[in-house]
């Protein structure tokens, strides 16, 4: 534990101050049910459930965030860090499931599960605020493990999942994590004083210069953003008809990484809805994570927990797909350049301020924000990068399918390359577009990237 890590010991153990996005997690408890995030690994070959079992115990006393609960305040939550104990022992039993009935193998199955996983309800402040669910199989069982997103961004479930994967094929005994819960301030402030006047004002004007510059613009949607109060959340499997191989050489073709010439397709699926319409615009959300902005001194461990931000790029207009590349290649690089240079300061310090209005003001707050659509998107994307990263190179236990879910505002997706394949699993809420809409939106989205990869 660092020193200066906010903690504080008490006769129940531990407590972690929050940071502002998982103060929002809190306070999106009531309005849209726990975010959860179920990501579901297929495995080549079959565990024992004690086996299994034994490893995800093992994970509960190596990561204490795992054990972490909402320990409200006078004001505002911390994150209390419950003790590894018999009581531990207790909640694990209740948190761990052995779905023998399913058939592992049954896509279809599996997404249901995955699905009734993503909606599952886990109180914030007993218990633990993870799940894990087996489906044993004789070629390919199926491990389900769901973390609330107020415990841990994506980068942390890589993590574990990786831990998972080295235990299973023998590795060593995991090692406890350090806990630290630096402020994501630090992460986008000025070094010295003496800057923030002058990042503040550069950073201001950088969110009035994007508010004109959406404010003219028809941004096309596939999921109608709800007014009032949301349903449920769906999951949709999906994986792309071209391999990752050929995606990635043509984006070396148009001098864009292989995420840029994901969202280029995404843009172009979107602008597609209205080609006649000069206003027309397809607006992504993109995920950054922030951690390698910290200052050394500020953060110096593994920064499991939340320390991701996001950001927007924009398109319209009729371009060619060598233009289409250039200026989403300057946006993302722009966006880069402005964290960089703490240019991004100004909606962080209002975002650190706001938990300090309390959670019922928070979750106003994000209702009023959603529901008239004050940052209006097209979607949400985040890349998870290569699943294959999280197996021992030498693994018997291999990965044979990975596919992330989260519970959450916008309609997202998660991209992760596997085995030469992109998998785009597809969340968004059923009162926002129906299931048969969603499956014609991807094959829309397949027919873009078959016509671009080509």
């Not at 390359?417 to 299931?435: F, G, H, N, Y």
Request: glycine share 4%.
């Amino acid at each position: 534990m660092r020193a200066d890590s906010g903690a504080v010991a008490d006769e129940g153990g531990m407590t972690l101050p929050l940071n502002y996005s998982e103060h929002g997690y809190i306070a999106l408890d009531g309005l849209i049910g726990a975010t959860m995030q179920p990501y579901m690994v297929r495995l080549s070959e079959p565990v024992e459930p004690d086996a299994m079992r034994a490893v995800l115990r093992e994970l509960i006393t190596a990561y204490p965030r795992l054990r972490g609960v909402a320990d409200p305040g006078w004001h505002m939550y911390r994150l209390r860090i419950l003790p590894d104990d018999t009581i531990t022992d207790q909640l694990f039993e209740a948190a761990w499931c052995v779905d023998a009935h399913l058939d592992a193998a049954d896509g279809a199955a599996m997404e249901a599960l995955q699905t009734r996983m993503v909606n599952e309800v886990v109180p914030l402040e007993r218990g633990l605020l993870c799940r894990f669910r087996y489906v044993p199989h004789a070629q390919t069982p199926a491990l389900f493990l769901s973390v609330h997103h107020l415990l841990a961004d994506g980068r942390t479930m890589i993590r574990l999942l990786t831990e998972v994967l080295h235990r299973l094929n023998g590795g060593p005994a995991m090692t406890v994590q350090s806990l630290e819960a630096p402020s994501m301030l630090h992460a986008v402030r000025p070094a010295h004083w003496w800057q923030w006047p002058r990042q503040m004002w550069r950073s201001r004007q950088h969110a009035r210069d994007l508010a004109a510059q959406l404010k003219p613009l028809h941004v096309q949607r596939k999921a109608s953003p709800w007014r009032t109060l949301p349903t449920y959340h769906l999951v949709k499997h999906h994986t792309l008809p071209v391999s990752a191989s050929a995606l990635r050489a043509k984006a070396r073709e148009l001098g864009v990484s292989l995420n840029g010439f994901i969202t280029l397709c995404l843009m172009e699926t979107y602008l597609a809805q209205a080609p006649d319409d000069p206003a027309a615009a397809a607006v992504i959300r993109t995920a950054i994570d922030l951690r390698r902005f910290y200052p050394k001194e500020v953060a110096t461990g593994p920064m499991w927990g939340n320390h991701v931000a996001s950001f927007l790029i924009i398109e319209s207009g009729r371009k060619t797909l060598q233009e289409r590349a250039a200026s989403i290649k300057a946006q993302v690089d722009e966006a880069m350049r402005r964290f960089e240079q703490r240019e991004a300061f100004w909606m962080y310090l209002f975002y650190e301020i706001t938990p300090w209005l309390g959670r019922t003001a928070v979750t106003r707050i994000l209702r009023n924000v959603r529901a008239k659509g004050y940052v209006p998107q097209s979607c949400h994307a985040t890349n998870i990068g290569n699943a294959a990263s999280i197996m021992p190179a030498d693994a018997r236990v291999r990965l044979i399918e990975f596919v992330p879910a989260v519970a959450t505002l916008d309609m997202l997706h998660v991209v992760v390359e596997l085995d030469d394949r992109i998998t785009m699993p597809l969340m968004w809420e059923r009162c926002e577009a129906s299931v048969e809409e969603m499956e014609e939106y991807l094959q829309r989205l397949n027919a873009t990237f078959l016509r671009l990869a080509s």
